[in-house]
Every structure is written in structure tokens, then in C-alpha cells.
């Protein structure tokens, strides 16, 4: 167990809808990260957010957006959903903004119909 | 070209053999990461190295900076040691600390 937790573990949901994806890093761990693993194109960084403030931008859609609160937990909200959005989601957590071991969540698997 | 390759992309071993899986890669790192990504699809941080060499347990993972080459070793495998192990990056030149992620390597270890 990473200490990453994630919710929901799987999500099946419709084209065109919106979902939110939530993270709750390791006690003490100041950065997030979200990643895409899809089977057409592998593993993905997505965004990082280090203590609230957003830190880099990968490879994030525009109908994506992210954000990390008070108490560091993060969400992933993916709206206007197409079938190619289905992946699993990862989280992963670090203890500073760069350069050391990230430990990731269990991921959530969404599939779009 | 992707910015890190792995080889090979699938391994199939017997119990017992030793086992080397590559990964190269074509950027400035702070450093390398092996992951393991069991079939449940969870994903367990391995090693994480800069330079040298590191040791747990069967496990073994060298990086030659230089070459920006790097290498997981498992000695004596086991068939609990199929997964897919997954070569990452972090970038030098990018802001925070997001992984590049290789390909990665489907491994089977047959009893």
C-alpha cells in the first residue's frame, strides 16, 4: 500500500458527460501528479500541482482541468467525454516539488460508452 | 522517436533464469525510475536512481549516465515476477518533475 489513496476505483459513464476524480496524496507529501495510461498510447504525465499552486502541464486536454485544495487532496475533472478518454487515471504523490520517488494510487479506471 | 526506449517489449522466462530488461533514453535526467505495474493495472516505485548501481532483494538496476543507458536485472525469477516493468524519466529540463515513461516490458516467468 503506497498511501496514495484514489476514489472511484472504476467509473463507467456516457459520452459527452463530466466526472471528478479525486486523490489523496501520502501524509506529509506536498505534490500531485495525474497520469493517462491508455492502450494506444501508453503512460502520459498530465499535470502537477505542489502545495495548491500548479507546477507543469503535460500532454492535458483543454476539457480537462485539475486542482489541489487546502488540505492537498487533488481532483481531475474530465468533461465532455469522447471514447477515447477511456484509460485508467493514476495519481501519484512526492514529498517535494521535484527530482525524488513518486509513489502512485491504485489508479481509477474509467470507461466512456 | 520516443524520448525512452525499452527492450525487449516482451519476455518470457523460466523459474530460475536471470533476466535483463533495457531502457535508453535521449534526454537530460535527474533521474531514472523503474516501476513495476502488476496485472490488477497498480503501479509499485521499484528503484530510483541517478547514478551507480542499486540492490533489493533479486532486484538489481544500474544506470551508466554517460551512455544514458540503464538496466533491471532480477536474478533467480520467479513466476509472481510477471508484470510489466515500466523504464521512466524525469526530465532535467523541465519545471517540476514529471515522469517520461517508456514503452514497457511485458514479462512472464513460466513455473
Known amino acids: 500500500d503506497s498511501g496514495v489513496t484514489q476514489t472511484p476505483k472504476h467509473l463507467i459513464t456516457a459520452t459527452g458527460q463530466r466526472v471528478t476524480l479525486r486523490c489523496s496524496p501520502r501524509?506529509?507529501?506536498?505534490?500531485v501528479y495525474w497520469y493517462q495510461q491508455s492502450l494506444d498510447q501508453g503512460l502520459q504525465f498530465l499535470i502537477q500541482?505542489?502545495?495548491?499552486?500548479?507546477?507543469a502541464k503535460g500532454n492535458i486536454l483543454e476539457r480537462f482541468s485539475a486542482q489541489q485544495f487546502p488540505d492537498l487532496h487533488s481532483e481531475l475533472n474530465l468533461s465532455s467525454l469522447e471514447l477515447g478518454d477511456s484509460a485508467l487515471y493514476f495519481c501519484?504523490?512526492?514529498?517535494?516539488?521535484?527530482?525524488?520517488?513518486?509513489?502512485f494510487g491504485p489508479g481509477t479506471r474509467l470507461t466512456v460508452t | 522517436k520516443n524520448e525512452v526506449e525499452q527492450s525487449p517489449q516482451n519476455l518470457t522466462a523460466q523459474e530460475g533464469e536471470f533476466i535483463t530488461i533495457n531502457c535508453s533514453y535521449s534526454?537530460?535526467?535527474?533521474?531514472l525510475h523503474w516501476l513495476q505495474q502488476h496485472p490488477g493495472g497498480g503501479i509499485v516505485s521499484l528503484f530510483m536512481?541517478?547514478?551507480g548501481k542499486k540492490k533489493h532483494g533479486r532486484l538489481i538496476a544500474t544506470i551508466n549516465i554517460q551512455e544514458k543507458h540503464s538496466s533491471l536485472h532480477i536474478t533467480a525469477s520467479h513466476p509472481r515476477d510477471s508484470a510489466v516493468y515500466i523504464c521512466?524519466?524525469?526530465?532535467?529540463?523541465?519545471?517540476?518533475?514529471?515522469?517520461?515513461f517508456g514503452e514497457g516490458t511485458q514479462l512472464t516467468v513460466n513455473p
Open positions: 500541482y505542489y502545495n495548491g499552486e500548479e507546477r
Open positions: 534526454v537530460g535526467i535527474s533521474a
Open positions: 521512466a524519466v524525469s526530465p532535467r529540463e523541465t519545471s517540476g518533475s514529471r515522469l517520461t
Open positions: 501524509s506529509g507529501d506536498l505534490s
Open positions: 501519484a504523490s512526492s514529498s517535494s516539488g521535484g527530482g525524488l520517488e513518486q509513489y
Open positions: 536512481l541517478s547514478s
